[in-house]
């Protein structure tokens, strides 16, 4: 089922797409950030990919339980947009051979990945309100504070010592 076709006739069924792709999107990266945080060299870059890899494991759950709460079949349908993501970090992190600028170009990669997040959790919590399930929205908005909360941690990373290290 591709987006916008014939199979996605209405809001509910645009709802149950999007939890199905960032489904799949939350799957990858529990599988990415083990690897993100093996190949970083900065201590507390390498402690955030393995703290935010536990909280992505309840981002899992909790969709499930979103699935569940909706009376929709809990599946995962492919999303090239994170699979892109992914694709290019590992691309990007094969090219760079100083550690410090590594370490900058991971905290890039995770960035492109929490914004595609935030970007998915925001519209799935807006159509939960529309579709009337503010129980659903309730759980999914759970896991938009900690995508931002990340995100802000790697901004900060970047901006304290990383980007710093890796320009000198």
């Not at 890899?53 to 947009?81: I, N, S, W, Y």
């Not at 990945?113 to 959790?121: G, L, Q």
């Not at 503010?134 to 990340?150: G, M, R």
Request: aromatic share 6%; net charge negative; hydrophobic share 45%.
């Amino acid at each position: 089922m591709g987006l916008f076709t014939k199979d996605i006739k209405t809001m509910n069924d645009l709802f149950v797409h999007q939890l199905q792709d960032i489904y799949y999107a939350e799957q990858q990266l529990t599988k990415a950030l083990p690897k993100m945080a093996d190949k970083a060299t900065d201590p507390q870059l390498k402690k955030g990919f393995l703290t935010h890899l536990e909280e992505t494991k309840q981002h899992v759950k909790r969709l499930e339980e979103v699935f569940k709460m909706h009376g929709a079949q809990v599946k995962a349908v492919d999303c090239p947009a994170i699979d892109g993501i992914i694709e290019e970090a590992d691309e990007t992190a094969g090219e760079v051979a100083d550690k410090a600028v590594l370490d900058a170009a991971l905290i890039n990669a995770a960035q492109a990945a929490e914004h595609y997040e935030i970007v998915r959790y925001g519209s799935l919590i807006a159509w939960a309100k529309q579709l009337g399930r503010s129980d659903c929205a309730a759980v999914l908005a759970k896991t938009l504070e900690e995508e931002k909360a990340t995100d802000k941690k790697l901004t900060a990373l970047a901006e304290s010592k990383v980007n710093l290290r890796a320009a000198s």
